[in-house]
């Protein structure tokens, strides 16, 4: 297998766990099933790397902590370790990590090339089974070393649960700081954990909604230069600007369709109403889609393009809409008590994630296309936004909790049981998670 990065190759795998395979009794397949409504988490024993310094450490532990933070797996205290790796090409003395339950078991080395770049490699056990399920090397120059952490554990969580994984990953927010009268507020960019935070705007202007590019490091947002809303189009690596228009009526930045060609957004016209329109980004040309005398507002695309879901109260107070990309046959789907806001289509297409407001407490929640199956993830305090991860199984939304001074970034995966803190360095808020990286 050879998988190309922007600044980082995976070459053919580590051949060693063929030859073991052949030696060893047949078992049952070590996948986790997580179409169960509660996972048990895997335990699983994760080796600091082989290296001649402190980076085998370090990536052994971002990959670990990926791994736990997603709730299907958990690490092994490295204290409670038996065998001392210090060959990850051989085998291990299997009945020394099944004596601790460790299911599955994660070796590797990390070497430093002539050219100065990183090699670093892994292989990944079934300690039952007495075998090996995958090994990979990597190439990166050294700055990309958690990259390297993210993308291993990436591919340790789509070999034991089937789905793509999402650790390689940014996320763009609103980063607030100053007091809460004289809050900025500036857009910033951090790994999908919290690492290698840093600004993109200098905060002299109000920023509001960034979100991302189906296919591209490039974001939409919404600022308010000169008093008015203006929404830009930003290259994330480059740091290039593009103004796409000024829309007085907007209140929240468009989002992009799945071919990243065109835009969706509510605009509030000259007759009073809010309306959603599309623009193609190439003739910034507009095109209108609905025509109420309601409020519709914050539209999403389904992963195909084929229909939107958006948020009107043509019916009395807000509610969850599903219609035609075209805007044809507009059906309600949410009929719940409260009210329902930022409805955003699961990249899988199977599911609509929401934010809901009722007895006065703010909801996360979600609903298949249709509306059945409406289930609440997580009830706080002023809590809203919420954007999926690209595998459609983890949401991430702000909150901001009474007395704490301001929101902060969670995030919780569709059984609702695995509720994670985001640490950013101030207030956070109108997180938008992007596609895997290239």
């Known amino acids: ?74 690490p092994i205290e490295k204290g409670a370790f038996i065998e001392k790796i210090t060959n990850p090409d051989a085998a291990p003395r299997f009945s020394d990590w099944t004596v601790l339950n460790a299911q599955a078991l994660v070796t590797g080395r990390v070497n430093h090339e002539a050219d100065g770049r990183l090699r670093a490699e892994f292989r990944l056990w079934d300690t039952f089974a007495g075998q090996q399920l995958i090994g990979e090397q990597f190439f990166a120059n050294k700055a990309n070393w958690r990259r390297v952490a993210h993308i291993i554990a990436d591919t340790i969580y789509e070999r034991l649960t089937g789905e793509k994984g999402y650790f ?137 393009g084929a229909r939107v879901v958006f948020t009107s109260d043509r019916g009395g107070r807000p509610h969850i809409y599903v219609m035609g990309a075209d805007g044809s046959n507009p059906q309600r789907i949410s009929f719940g008590d409260g009210t329902y806001s930022t409805p955003v289509w699961s990249p899988r297409g199977d599911l609509i994630a929401f934010t809901k407001q009722t007895g006065g407490q703010f909801q996360i929640g979600v609903m298949r296309t249709d509306g059945s199956g409406e289930r609440i993830l997580s009830t706080g305090y002023l809590q809203e936004g919420p954007t999926w991860a690209p595998n459609g199984r983890v949401i991430m939304f702000f909150r901001e909790g009474s007395g704490q001074g301001g929101p902060k970034l969670h995030s919780i995966d569709l059984t609702g049981r695995n509720e994670q803190a985001i640490p950013t360095p101030h207030f956070a808020s109108d997180p938008a998670w992007s596609p895997l990286l290239d």
């Open 1 to 74: 297998m050879m998988k190309t990065l922007k600044s980082l190759v995976a070459v053919a795998g580590l051949a060693l766990g063929a030859a073991l395979a052949a030696a060893m009794p047949a078992r049952a397949q070590l996948v986790i099933d997580i179409t169960q409504g509660v996972v048990e988490p895997m335990p699983i024993a994760i080796t600091d790397f082989i290296a001649n310094d402190a980076i085998g450490q370090e990536i052994a532990a971002v990959v670990a902590a990926d791994l736990a933070r997603s709730g299907l797996f958990k």
């Open 168 to 304: 390689d990953t940014r996320v763009v927010y609103v980063e607030e700081s100053g007091p809460k009268d004289k809050r900025v507020k500036r857009l910033a960019i951090m790994d999908q954990d919290g690492a290698n935070n840093r600004p993109l705007t200098d905060g002299r202007a109000i920023v509001l909604t960034p979100r991302f590019s189906p296919n591209r490091q490039e974001i939409t947002y919404m600022s308010y230069e000169g008093g008015q809303p203006q929404v830009y189009l930003l290259q994330i690596e480059t740091g290039q600007r593009e103004l796409v228009g000024n829309f007085p009526g907007m209140t929240f930045a468009p989002r992009f369709s799945p071919d990243g060609q065109k835009v969706i957004m509510s605009l509030l016209r000259d007759d009073g109403n809010s309306n959603i329109y599309t623009m193609d980004l190439r003739s910034r040309t507009t095109t209108r889609l609905t025509s109420s005398n309601a409020i519709d507002t914050s539209p999403s695309y389904s992963p195909d």
